[in-house]
Nanobody, 122 residues
Framework: QVQLVESGGGLVQAGGSLRLSCAASARTFTNYAMGWFRQAPGKEREFVADINGSGGSTDYADSVKGRFTISRDNAKNTVYLQMNSLKPEDTAVYYC???????????????WGQGTQVTVSS
């Protein structure tokens, strides 16, 4: 069983930055690929970024590529999402997730956090 707790969300103006964190309770954190997803009101949850267990491979949705950076600190059992040049359309609840391998599909991930709200004002 893996518990995930996100933090770092908030209200920011367009063009600003936020860094989300996700702390995991996993005994062997490197066994898990980690993903970030987001869900805006009235929309389905969508893939944002993922990273493999070692941190050597990452993938991004086209909508965030070049603006967001996913990283992990395996010594701290934590994954991060650095979000720069934020846009109003980035407003959503952001979720981190843990799974056996990195993928864009929600069904790949067995464990989910409770989410953290990110609101970008214009």
């Amino acid at each position: 069983q893996v518990q995930l707790v996100e933090s770092g969300g908030g209200l920011v103006q367009a063009g600003g930055s936020l860094r989300l964190s996700c702390a995991a309770s996993a005994r062997t954190f490197t066994n898990y690929a980690m993903g970030w997803f987001r869900q805006a009101p009235g929309k389905e949850r969508e893939f944002v970024a993922d990273i493999n267990g070692s941190g050597g491979s990452t993938d991004y949705a086209d909508s965030v590529k070049g603006r967001f950076t996913i990283s992990r600190d395996n010594a701290k059992n934590t994954v991060y999402l650095q979000m720069n040049s934020l846009k109003p359309e980035d407003t959503a609840v952001y979720y981190c997730a843990a799974g056996s391998w990195a993928a864009r599909l929600r069904k790949n991930y067995n464990y989910w956090g409770q989410g953290t709200q990110v609101t970008v004002s214009s």
